[in-house]
């Protein structure tokens, strides 16, 4: 199985870079990485996905490396409003090609003033 | 465009009860699935289906039930509540080509305390 393993919690402050990193060994050939952001009391909200090299969109960047066994997520010059947890996420295959989408246990960012 | 729908967004049951929740798209996406997250903790794949008539197991199945007898709805059955299934659970839905999921669109959740 494609297990995740991310930080527990990471501190930051306003305007400086973030990364996050997210480690899975098992991760399938076929198998995309998508990065969530979850406030509370609401459900995850898509930040960013990705299947090798780099990724960039208007809020983050997303980096994989050749062997794709982690990722790395990129938050530039954050903000108070970027306090949430962030989950990494990679498909689960079966042999029939069924599919179970497995979240880790997230990474809990805290962007202090 | 709704999205993502859920109802109710609270709901209070006793320990025996049963109940469904509500969960329609109207993004016609394949796959569609179903969390629970327990206060303080990540989200834990109760059951999913990669589309109408097909359903799966996820990582917690025990004690619900689901059916997906068309694309846009994906209910879950609590067969005899029980506290520990006190929770937010929360509806999920992607588009899926190809063996690829793409951006998965979550509901509002639902709100449940099992006393």
């Known amino acids: 199985l494609a297990k995740t393993t991310q930080p527990i919690s990471m501190d930051s402050y306003e305007g400086q870079e973030v990364n996050i990193t997210c480690s899975h060994n098992?991760?399938?050939?076929?198998?995309?990485i998508t990065w969530y952001q979850q406030f509370p009391s609401q459900g995850p909200r898509f930040i960013i996905q990705g299947y090798k090299t780099k990724v960039t969109n208007e809020v983050a960047s997303l980096f994989i490396p050749a062997d794709r066994k982690s990722s790395t997520l990129s938050l530039p010059r954050v903000s108070l409003s970027d306090t949430a947890v962030y989950y990494c996420?990679?498909?689960?295959?079966?042999?029939?090609?069924?599919?179970?989408?497995?979240f880790g246990s997230g990474t809990r960012l805290l962007v202090r003033p | 465009n709704a999205g993502v729908t859920q109802t109710p967004k609270f709901q209070v049951l006793k320990t025996g009860q049963s109940m469904t929740l509500q969960c329609a798209q109207d993004?016609?996406?394949?796959?569609m699935s179903w969390y629970r997250q327990d206060p303080g903790m990540g989200l834990r794949l109760i059951h999913y289906s990669v589309g109408a008539g097909i359903t799966d197991q996820g990582e917690v199945p025990n004690g619900y039930n689901v059916s997906r007898s068309t694309t846009e709805d994906f209910p879950l059955r609590l067969l005899s509540a029980a506290p520990s299934q006190t929770s937010v659970y929360f509806c999920?839905?992607?588009?899926?080509?190809?063996?690829?999921?793409?951006?998965?669109?979550f509901g509002p959740g639902t709100r449940l305390t099992v006393t």
């Open positions: 999920a839905s992607s588009y899926l080509a190809s063996g690829r999921f793409y951006e998965q669109y």
């Open positions: 993004m016609n996406h394949e796959y």
């Open positions: 996420l990679v498909g689960v295959s079966r042999e029939d090609s069924s599919y179970k989408l497995i």
């Open positions: 098992n991760i399938a050939t076929n198998d995309y």
